[in-house]
């Protein structure tokens, strides 16, 4: 059964840094997909970052420069550090892993930035 079990959420005060993991038990999971997203009470749910099977990554305008996403394929792990973190990142992060045929969410972890 596959499962995305995510970690690292919690409190922080602004300008902290977190670092979010998503083990995945996944066959292949070298050749999936791997992204974060978010939702805030009241939102949609949004992509923050994303990398591909090559290594290839995107982020959101709103994380550039502050949120890193990198993958450890031996692991089976993708991880998502946050840093310079503000109120308006407090949401819901959910882990997802996506391939041509397969698409998986974990269970989310909640960060909350607040002082």
């Known amino acids: 059964q596959v499962q995305l079990v995510e970690s690292g959420g919690g409190l922080v005060q602004p300008g902290g840094s977190l670092r979010l993991s998503c083990a995945a038990s996944?066959?292949?999971?070298?050749?999936?997909?791997m992204a974060w997203y978010r939702q805030a009470p009241g939102k949609q749910r949004e992509l923050v970052a994303a990398?591909?099977?090559?290594?290839?990554?995107n982020a959101a305008n709103s994380v550039k420069g502050r949120f890193t996403i990198s993958r450890d394929n031996a692991k089976n792990t993708v991880y998502l550090q946050m840093n310079s973190l503000k109120p308006e990142d407090t949401a819901v992060y959910y882990c997802?892993?996506?391939?041509?045929?397969?698409?998986?969410w974990g269970q989310g972890t909640q960060v909350t930035v607040s002082s």
């Open positions: 997802n892993a996506q391939s041509p045929n397969f698409t998986y």
């Open positions: 996944i066959r292949m999971f070298s050749v999936y997909t």
């Open positions: 990398i591909s099977s090559g290594g290839d990554t």
